[in-house]
């Protein structure tokens, strides 16, 4: 297209012709101008694009912790053959002891995702005790699972998850106390298999979920499954789990006393033909700032038959454990000294003179580091 400016009138002097190059020139540069202008705003456009679709894309998630203690008995021995540790799992070794290093790599886009949960450790092994490829090096797939959203009310994941029931978890950073509950230790660590969860609106939720027996995990070598089921409403859940002819229903939940003071909630009963257990545990927690809070767990566990939780052969035992933890939080690296006391309806434990005993107190001062 031809510029307004490059038509001459005739009969103009060279005086015009001249004014009418300069025009031509600026016109030129306002034309490059407009054309810069044009680079740039579309270069703007392209940029925020690519970095829109950067923030968009799914990106691998890594998060962990690590976790070690040190545990002694006030009224027990210590060492040898004789060394006495409460019946529940974890921080059960002497003197300075080790927990686990557990990393979780995560990949989440919009509709799929996956996670894998690797521990390394005694607290590793430990969850796994029951698993037919248990590695003795302690190195184990903790979680290792891929799910996808169906839609907004529908979530099927398959593979390896922890646990739904139960108040506790494997790793050590999210429970207030760091040493374990007898319900949690005797409920199912871990499962594999399909479980879908709904979300049902109005604050409520749902689960299903057909499953290898309790504590398989890599595979399934009995060709029997079990099914679970979860109803929850507003952060309390009732729990189902069916195995291997026995069956356990526990409820797990907590309330909001008031902005610094929060109570846990665990009950559970599991029975296989006589044999089994039940009990109750709360969780006071008092939150008395931001680095500190105080936890204590009151727990009152019985098991019917010779389940063998608390005393080994023991029928129809009892146990009532106080445990008061302390945790304190400077910057990523939680510290948790704990006061433990175990006190059983039959002499389970020995005391420092080896006689039969009833109760046995210890103490516990661990170290965590989340990132």
């Known amino acids: 297209m031809r510029s307004v400016w490059q038509y001459t009138p005739r009969g103009t002097s060279e005086s015009i012709s001249f004014n009418t190059h300069a025009k031509q020139i600026n016109m030129t540069s306002v034309h490059f101008s407009k054309i810069a202008k044009k680079i740039f705003f579309a270069a703007c456009i392209s940029v925020t694009a690519l970095s829109s679709a950067q923030e968009e894309k799914p990106a691998l998630s890594l998060s962990g912790t690590i976790d070690t203690y040190f545990r002694n008995n006030l009224n027990a021995p210590n060492s040898g053959e004789n060394a006495q540790a409460p019946g529940s799992s974890f921080a059960n070794l002497n003197g300075f002891s080790l927990g686990m290093a557990n990393i979780v790599l995560g990949y989440e886009e919009e509709k799929v995702g996956f996670v894998a949960d690797l521990a390394f450790g005694p607290r590793g092994t430990d969850a796994i005790f029951n698993s037919p490829m248990n590695s003795a090096t302690g190195n184990i797939v903790n ?7 169906v839609s907004d009310a529908v979530t099927l994941t398959l593979g390896n998850f922890n646990t739904f029931l139960g108040y506790e978890v494997i790793s050590p950073a999210v429970n207030v106390n760091y040493s374990t509950s007898y319900l949690f230790s005797y409920g199912p660590f871990s499962h594999t298999g399909l479980k879908a969860n709904f979300d049902l609106g109005g604050d409520f939720s749902a689960m299903l ?26 952060g309390q859940y009732i729990n189902l789990l069916s195995d291997n002819g026995g069956f356990e229903i526990d409820y797990t939940g907590g309330f909001d006393l008031s902005e610094s003071v ?18 109750v545990a709360l969780y006071p927690q008092f939150k008395t700032s931001e680095t500190f809070t105080l936890g204590l767990r009151g727990e009152y566990f019985a098991e019917s038959g010779a389940f063998g939780a608390i ?21 990523n690296l939680i510290i948790k000294p704990e006061l433990r006391l175990d006190s059983a309806s039959q002499p389970v434990f020995l005391n420092n003179s080896l006689a039969a005993n009833k109760s046995l107190s210890s103490f516990v001062l661990a170290a965590i580091y989340a990132f």
């Open 262 to 279: 929060y109570l846990g909630i665990n009950a559970a009963s599991y029975d296989n033909d006589g044999t089994g257990f039940s009990g």
């Open 311 to 331: 005393g080994g052969e023991a029928e129809d035992t009892s146990v009532l454990a106080l445990t008061l933890t302390g945790s304190s939080q400077i910057g």
């Open 209 to 234: 979920a057909v499953l290898n027996p309790t504590d398989l995990t890599e595979y399934n070598p009995t060709n029997t499954y079990a099914w679970g089921a979860q109803l929850g409403y507003k």
């Open 143 to 149: 979680q290792l699972y891929a799910y996808w959203k």
